[in-house]
C-alpha cells in the first residue's frame, strides 16, 4: 500500500483525531507531570510545518511536526500512526518525508524526544539511523524520555 506525505494545515478534523489519539496513548504510558499536550492551535505557527501521510483513499493516516529552531536544526514532535495502520511502513513515510522537508529547507540536524516505553518510536528512529542524544533546548535528562538526533546534511 502506498502512502503519500505532505504539509498540510493543522487544522483539520482528521489532524485532530491523530492528536487526539497520541494524547490518549501518551496518558497510558506516561504520568501526568511528564506530560506535554499540544494542541491544533500550537501548531498553527509560522516556525512549524505539519505533514500528513494519507492512503491511497486520501484518509489521513499519520501525522508529525517540525519545529523549526532557527539554528539549522529542528525538533521532530508528534509522530503518531493511526493505530489500525501500524506496521505498515507509515512511520518510516512520515521520518522520510520529515528529512526531505529539513533539508529543502536548509536544515542540517534533527532531533526528537521519544518516551522509554515508546519501543516502536524507538526502533524507527535506530533504524533510521537517529543516535541518541545529550538534552537540547529545554529539554534535561529524564527518567521517561530518550532524546534522539539525526546529521541530515544539506
Known amino acids: 500500500m502506498a502512502f503519500y506525505v505532505q504539509r498540510e494545515s493543522s487544522r483539520q478534523a482528521e489532524v485532530e483525531a491523530l492528536l487526539r489519539q497520541s494524547d490518549q496513548i501518551a496518558a497510558r504510558l506516561y504520568p501526568g507531570e511528564f506530560r506535554r499536550p499540544l494542541n491544533v492551535e500550537a501548531l498553527d505557527a509560522p516556525h512549524i510545518s505539519v505533514l500528513v501521510a494519507r492512503n491511497e483513499d486520501l ?32 512511520g518510516a513515510a512520515l521520518l522520510s518525508a520529515a528529512e526531505t522537508t529539513a533539508r529543502a529547507n536548509g536544515i542540517h ?33 529524564s527518567p521517561i524520555s530518550l532524546l534522539f538526533e539525526k546529521d541530515i546534511g544539506t
Open 109 to 141: 540536524l534533527i532531533r526528537m524526544e521519544v518516551g522509554i516505553r515508546n519501543t516502536d518510536g524507538q526502533a524507527l528512529h535506530r533504524k533510521a539511523g537517529y543516535k541518541e542524544s545529550a538534552p537540547f533546548g529545554s529539554y534535561a535528562p
Open 59 to 90: 484518509v489521513a493516516v499519520g501525522c508529525c511536526s517540525l519545529f523549526d529552531s532557527g539554528d539549522g536544526t529542528i525538533e521532530l514532535k508528534r509522530m503518531i500512526v493511526d493505530q489500525s495502520f501500524r506496521e505498515r511502513g507509515v
